[in-house]
């Protein structure tokens, strides 16, 4: 019989919330610890919610949630830099490939559903360290403050502090040497619709993506080389937005297409366009 009632998830974005609520269901009550201050509206470019995933948000009740905000890919479409057609890859039974989706919104979508269903959040709680007592663990955060629970959860992002007092030896990221950047343009540009397809063009050292929505605007991404990481991102800092080649920094406006709050995020971007790029918290 399972002796545990109680969790602490220590990381409040894309895993802590959903860890929550599958702790939820297997009956242990769980809150969640994040280290900012607020939601990560905003944060982060595009992501790939593949069919397991959504399978997975399915079992937890959630997948309705995400897929509200998800942007179905039917097929993959790969060239290369000189537009030679390679392959394409498609979804069986004419189901999609995975739902594209920004970070912010998925983050977003998913604090929204754990706090419809009671589960709290509490920020401005980095976490700092753990020690073992003879009833469970406890959580020691940067502010003086301390929590209790039968089991901790560790879903704070590729350089997780769980992960390292769980295990000191435990590998840290390593850098592949690519930057990673996106966007979305600020309004239709004219360009035909990639009839639910997104379409990727290798060239020798770099790759690039777009997909075409049906009412004209554009989504795109890109890796780039660079020698070395963003030292912001090194540094472990939420980034505050970006300077465009205009000279001005890019500020919080509506989404181009659903209406709601969408920051600016990543590398350079071109005039009128708001970019997004990745952002290294869970």
């Known amino acids: 019989m399972n002796e545990h009632r109680t969790a602490l998830v220590i990381g409040g974005g894309i895993a802590g ?10 009956g242990i009550e769980a809150r969640v610890y994040e280290a900012y201050q607020g939601a990560a509206d905003g944060v982060g470019g595009m992501l790939g919610l593949a069919p397991n995933g959504i399978d997975a948000l399915d079992v937890l009740g959630a997948a309705d949630a995400v897929r509200g905000i998800g942007e179905p890919v039917k ?6 830099w000189t537009g030679k057609r390679l392959a394409e890859f498609g979804g069986q039974d004419g189901e999609p490939v995975f739902h594209a989706v920004w970070r912010g919104e998925l983050c977003r979508a998913l604090y929204d559903e ?11 709680k980095r976490f700092l360290t753990a020690h073992e007592t003879a009833s469970g663990v406890i959580a020691e955060f940067d502010d003086g403050t301390s929590a209790e629970a039968d089991l901790l959860i560790g879903a704070d992002g590729i350089r997780s502090a769980v992960r390292s007092v769980i295990d000191p030896n435990a590998p840290q990221p390593r850098y592949t040497g690519l930057l990673g950047f996106g966007g979305e343009t600020a309004k239709p ?7 639910g ?19 004209g605007h554009v989504g795109w991404f890109a890796n780039l080389p660079r020698q070395t990481p963003d030292p912001r991102r090194v540094a472990g800092r939420r980034s ?36 997004r790029g990745p952002a290294e918290r869970s």
Do not use: C, Q, W
């Open 114 to 124: 754990a706090a419809r269903r009671d589960i709290k959040t509490e920020h401005g």
């Open 189 to 195: 540009v004219g360009l035909s619709s990639t009839n």
């Open 197 to 215: 397809s997104m379409h990727m063009i290798f060239g020798k050292r770099a790759f690039f993506a777009y997909f075409v929505y049906e009412d």
């Open 240 to 275: 505050t937005g970006m300077v465009a080649h205009t000279g001005k920094r890019l500020r919080r406006g509506p989404h181009p297409r659903r209406g709601h709050p969408a920051r600016v995020r990543a590398g350079r971007a071109a005039r009128g366009r708001r970019a």
């Open 75 to 80: 097929s993959m479409i790969m060239r290369s």
């Open 17 to 26: 919330p959903v860890a929550a609520m599958a702790l939820r269901r297997a």
